[in-house]
């Protein structure tokens, strides 16, 4: 038996070999091996029956008959056989690292493969057709088994009919896995997974866990478009398809109607041969057929276009307006500005530049796209227009999106430098330098408003000539001045404020006449040696000003001997630190506070004590004449003079008539007291301070704590009764008369005061003092026939509830005031506040006409002297007065109103005369009677206030008195509200009339309070908010938002109430809409606003918001927002403390960094915490 099987079949000794098959016969006499085992010879003979006689079937399927025209070539195939067993012998010779082997594995197939060709040949017949593929297949046949048997290697080429089923076998192992524990990347296929799973596992039990990451594949969320996308914008502004009813004609033309098919869906579908089934559309089965779409759908794909060439048009046509505005006229500022605006219209599209919803890269992109499209547009301005400030500051605030703080400050320097005289730009660069926080540090930015000032001053004086002096420098000077006396307030530098507001008062009060003719640096270096004398300042005990002291220095000085007083000596002081226990950061937060209220008036020595400069404990308290000398400014405008007295008198917290300027209002607007809904209870007289909103000196509490309180310490109002009998002596008539009634309303503000906390131990001492200081100021000559001193003198018995008191000293004043009437705007105006007073205490409407109201107004319109009550009314004696009051407005709207009404007393004798007339009415006829007058009052004025383009009562940008159409608006709006007190009446009358008076003045306080009131009573917001917005959209002010704000957080106070009641959980009944997101969005809309960025009171509040929420993280990081705005404002730093108490160390260090005042330091606390 052969040693291998599979060549058993070669040489058989019964057959008769082929011709040449001897040299194979002897080399094939070795298989013949006696000592050959027959058992496994048998397995491999087994094993390789299998092998070929699989492939062998799977030849027998691929191989197919030849045609009889292929079977006639056989020339030709013999030939294409013998290339292909020479092209195969050649690629196995290239393999050199099996050389030897190979060959001799080569010869013996080849002499193998000869035999078997031999006597299959041999076997047929000579007449027979061959196959030459069979043979071919023979061949690669016997090659494979020879390989597979001898675990050889066989290549691609090599086989041809058998390249699906290929595969290598290779059994030789490779060390290099060992090594690298890994194959080798080369030898492994590529192929790209799809998905995490497998083929054939159970998806629900089994799992694959893959090695390598694998990038998982976005899947895009398409969400569905809201009506602000670009898309839906489209659709809303392209033009609508005509619609026709069934009765009418349709029109043969195609672009006007439409036809919509109807669609019978019982009918069986149409089939075709592209379409079988009947399952694909009209148009998918054109385009099978490779036809277009119908014309109509050609026509509706380039009316689409066009409807969206539409939409660009009319924005691309005002871009070319606009450039061939600016090219034929480049000089024109205001349309360069609004070419620049235009631009923000452009990007909200829809147009060629706007964006789609959630591409926040696009965004991001646009918005620095439409940043340096602005930029581009200013520089071609300014090219045009070199001396144009504005748009050069345009461009500033635009790169402030570019450029790093250093390079904007080297920026602004070089600006102002060129520009020095214009001081609404040094109020922008100040404003700048004040809010950078990265450069910010109080000493640096208060000897930029010295170096301001005195730029200005010299300016003004003629020092500086290369600049013209542009009109309304002074009173911008002024204005400057107070808005550092304020920042000075904020940082904490209060010694600093206070005297800088006593130099200048003595430095423009009491000027030695022989300096006055100086230029401004002259004056200021004669005063600094007054200054530096030690001699009592203004406000000060001892006080006679600097021009007294320059006068007697010239005669050789004098000896001042103040004896001490004794009394003094022995006050003893409270302790600061009441109790130990409380945390550290609470007790810093008192003692600082304290220090506050005590210290705030600047430190000197007293000689009569023997002090000197180093008894000081605190050196800050001291104050040097180089950080005040800068800042003094010459005042010749006596309006602008007695501006600065209230303005002092303000920052004191005395109520006056005059406010802050309207630039500096917002910034040093910090104190939450604007919502108060005034200090007394009725609705008809209210006691409201004008400057509401900013804190005075001596008062920096935190927004939780809320005021401490009531008017100064015990020093400060020994300082305000200096002031006070100080400069009255100075003045005389109506000024003195008005520096009185200041002194009274700042008295009554602090019985107000006491009412509101129901301290009734303060409220009796303190009504004793006020109720002196009012009898000591009647006494006076000049005052004894004072109306105004009356009339408060009255209200103050009043509000202490002595009625009868009160009612005796209105009686008394009305029979001083003559038998002027009507004529006396003071008569009008005490007559007016009396009678309101008695209607809020009438309890019903019922017996109005026989009240005592109804008898003071009648009396107003006889020229008689007045008679007291008596308790009857006639009714002659109210036709009468109802025919005087008509005539007499009607006298008074036909005497040139429009020139009569710039002066504040001819408007304030109108505002009387018409509440007058307007009570008079309500308590007479009705409410609609006095509602009929307000309203043609109110359009009267309305078409008088359009003949004017300046406001009524405003002089200069100064606000001197409210206009005549927003005082009668007030009043309207005050009856309104009592009315629906005490009778059943619509809201809708007042909501109407304060949403007409908020449109005209949006930055009446007293208008926002009522407008809120009213609204929180409302369970439908929509509308109040839809006001809102639309107020604070078209309007700078500040007051919309803040009001807005403060609506939203009043009704969610009202929903927490009903949803926290002490009797458990319940459902709320007014559902919580969204109010927590929609307060942080007007947040933000505030603060991004020109005004609110620089708001401290802005970011106050927010900050105690997002604290509310229990937020502390994103308070946290809100707070450090905010001092990037503010990083001037002290209280936002002591707000910090309190919410985040766990940074006490590091926000002091904050504050120590930039200079902000710290009268208590730790090191000094924990002293006192030893003690």
Not at 9 to 37: D, H, K, M, Q, V
Not at 1048 to 1067: A, P, W
């Amino acid at each position: 038996m052969a040693l291998f099987p599979a060549f058993a079949g070669a040489a058989e000794p019964g057959e008769t070999p082929a011709s040449g098959s001897e040299g194979s016969r002897r080399e094939l006499n070795w298989l013949s091996n006696p000592s050959f085992c027959t058992e496994d010879a048998l397995k491999l003979h087994q094993h390789t029956t299998k092998t070929v006689d699989l492939t062998a079937e799977k030849l027998e399927l691929t191989s197919r008959s030849p045609s009889r025209a292929e079977l006639s070539g056989g020339s030709d195939t013999d030939e294409g056989l013998k290339k292909s067993i020479k092209k195969s012998k050649w690629k196995k010779k290239k393999h050199h690292h099996h050389k030897k082997r190979k060959k001799k594995t080569r010869d013996e197939s080849s002499n193998s493969e000869s035999d078997l060709d031999t006597e299959c040949v041999k076997g047929k017949p000579r007449g027979s057709n061959t196959n030459p593929e069979r043979e071919v297949a023979a061949l690669n046949l016997e090659d494979i088994t020879s390989n597979v048997a001898t675990n050889r290697f066989v290549w691609l080429e090599d086989i041809q009919a058998l390249t699906e089923e290929t595969f290598r076998t290779d059994k030789k192992p490779d060390p290099a896995n060992w090594e690298y524990k890994s194959l080798y990347r080369g030898d492994i296929a590529r192929y790209k997974r799809k998905g995490d799973s497998c083929l054939g596992i159970d998806l629900k039990k089994q799992r694959i866990t893959w090695e390598g990451p694998m990038v998982e594949k976005k899947q895009s969320h398409k969400r569905p478009e809201r009506y602000f996308t670009k898309n839906s914008v489209q659709l809303l502004r392209a033009g609508g398809i005509p619609v026709y009813s069934k009765s009418q004609t349709y029109s043969s033309d195609p672009s006007t109607f439409i036809l919509v098919s109807q669609v019978d869906s019982d009918a069986p579908p149409a089939t075709t041969r592209v379409n079988p089934l009947g399952i694909y559309d009209p148009l998918t089965t054109l385009w099978l057929q490779g036809k277009g779409p119908p014309e109509y759908e050609t026509s509706k794909q380039q009316a689409s276009q066009e409807t969206s060439e539409n939409v660009n048009s009319f924005l691309m046509a005002k871009v070319e307006d606009y450039n061939k505005r600016v090219r034929e006229n480049p000089r024109d500022v205001h349309t360069w500005m609004e070419f620049v605006s235009f631009q923000d219209e452009l990007m909200r599209g829809p147009s060629l530049y706007a964006f789609k919803e959630g591409e926040q890269e696009i965004r991001r992109k646009s918005f620095k796209l439409i940043l340096e499209k602005k930029l581009s547009i200013l520089e071609r301005a300014i090219e045009s227009n070199p001396n144009e400030v504005d748009l050069k500051l345009a461009k500033l605030n635009l790169c402030t999106e570019f450029w790093e703080p250093s390079t904007l400050i080297k920026e602004w320097q070089k600006l102002v430098f060129l520009h020095p005289n214009n001081p609404v730009l040094w109020q922008k660069y100040l404003l700048f330098c004040q809010s950078q926080f990265s450069t910010f540090s109080v000493s640096k930015v208060n000897s930029l408003y010295g170096k301001c000032l005195s730029t200005l001053a010299a300016i003004e004086d003629g020092s500086m000539v290369s600049h013209p002096v542009l009109p309304g420098t002074e009173e911008a000077m002024l204005a400057i001045f107070l808005q550092q006396c304020h920042f000075l307030r904020q940082t904490g530098h209060s010694e600093k404020a206070v005297s800088l507001f006593q130099a200048l008062v003595d430095f423009t009060f009491f000027k030695p006449d022989n300096v006055k003719d100086l230029p401004t640096r002259g004056q200021v270096e004669f005063f600094e040696p007054f200054w530096d004398s030690g001699e009592p300042r203004f406000g000060e005990k001892g006080a006679k000003g600097w021009k007294s002291w320059m006068h007697q220095q010239e005669k050789g000085g004098w000896i001042v001997i103040n004896k001490p007083d004794e009394d003094e000596e022995d006050v003893d002081e409270d302790p600061e630190i009441k109790d130990k226990t409380l945390p550290k950061w609470q007790i810093w937060l008192d003692v600082e506070c304290s220090r506050e209220t005590r210290h705030w008036m600047p430190w000197r020595p007293d000689k009569t004590k023997k002090q000197s400069e180093e008894d000081c404990e605190d050196p800050e308290r001291q104050v040097l004449f180089d950080d005040l000398g800068p800042s003094l400014i010459r005042l010749s405008s006596p309006d602008l003079q007695f501006q600065l007295l209230y303005s002092f008198l303000q920052f004191l917290g005395v109520p006056c008539e005059r406010n802050l300027f309207p630039s500096n209002l917002y910034i040093a607007m910090d104190e939450n007291s604007i919502f108060d809904a005034g200090h007394s209870e009725g609705p008809l007289t209210s006691f409201d301070s004008l400057l509401s909103g900013v804190n005075s000196i001596g008062h920096m509490d935190t927004m939780i704590r809320g005021r401490q309180r009531i008017g100064h310490c015990k020093e400060g109002e020994e300082f305000l009764q200096n002031v006070f009998h100080f400069i009255l002596p100075m003045f005389s008539g109506k000024e003195k008369s008005n520096l009185s009634v200041c002194w009274l309303q700042y008295e009554i503000s602090k019985v107000v005061q006491c009412l509101q906390v129901k301290n009734k131990k303060k409220l009796k001492s303190q009504g004793k003092k006020s109720k002196k200081l009012a009898k000591n100021l009647l006494k006076e000559s000049e005052n004894r026939n004072s109306l105004s001193l009356w009339k408060l003198y009255a209200y103050l018995e009043w509000l202490l509830g002595n009625t009868e008191d009160s009612r005796k000293v209105f009686d008394t004043a009305l029979c001083l005031a003559g038998t002027d009437g009507m004529r006396s705007t003071q008569l009008c105006n005490l007559s007016l506040f009396y009678a309101l007073l008695e209607v809020e205490l009438l309890e019903s409407l019922e017996e109005t006409v026989m009240s005592r109201a109804v008898h003071i107004l009648t009396k107003v319109t006889e020229s008689g002297p007045y008679v007291p009550y008596t308790g009857q009314v006639l009714s002659v004696n109210i036709l009468k007065a109802r025919k005087a009051y008509e005539h007499a407005l009607k006298d008074y709207l036909n005497e040139s109103p429009v020139t009569n009404w710039d002066q504040a007393n001819g408007s304030s004798q109108m505002v009387s005369l018409v509440g007058c007339y307007a009570l008079f009415q309500y308590l007479t006829v009705g409410i609609d009677a006095a509602v009929f007058i307000y309203r043609n009052i109110s359009e009267k004025l309305k078409d008088f206030a359009s003949q004017k383009f300046e406001s009524i009562g405003e002089n200069l940008g100064v606000q001197n008195f409210p206009t005549a159409l927003e005082a009668v608006t007030l009043m309207h709006t005050n009856l309104l509200r009592y009315h629906m007190k005490v009778s059943i009446y619509p809201l809708n009358p007042l909501r109407e009339a304060l949403m007409e008076a908020l449109k005209l003045y949006p930055s009446n306080q007293s208008l926002w309070r009522s407008y809120i009131q009213i609204q929180s009573k409302s369970h439908n917001a929509s509308k109040a908010r839809r006001f809102f917005d639309s107020i604070a959209r078209s309007t700078k002010f500040l007051e919309p938002w803040l009001f807005a704000i403060q609506a939203e957080m009043m009704r969610k106070k009202l929903v927490e109430s009903v949803q926290r009641v002490d009797v458990g959980e319940i459902y709320s009944t007014i559902p919580e809409t969204g109010l927590t997101n929609r307060i942080k969005a007007l947040f933000e809309h505030a603060i991004q606003s020109e005004n609110g960025a620089h708001c401290p009171l802005l970011w106050r509040m927010y900050l105690n918001f997002l604290f509310s929420l229990g937020n502390k993280e994103r308070s946290k990081g809100l707070f450090y927002k905010a001092l990037q705005n503010c990083p001037w404002a002290k209280v936002l730093y002591m707000d910090a403390i309190e919410y985040f108490p766990d940074q006490l160390q590091e926000i002091l260090d904050l504050m120590t960094e930039k200079e902000l005042r710290i009268r208590v330091p730790i090191e000094e606390l924990e002293l006192l915490l030893e003690d």
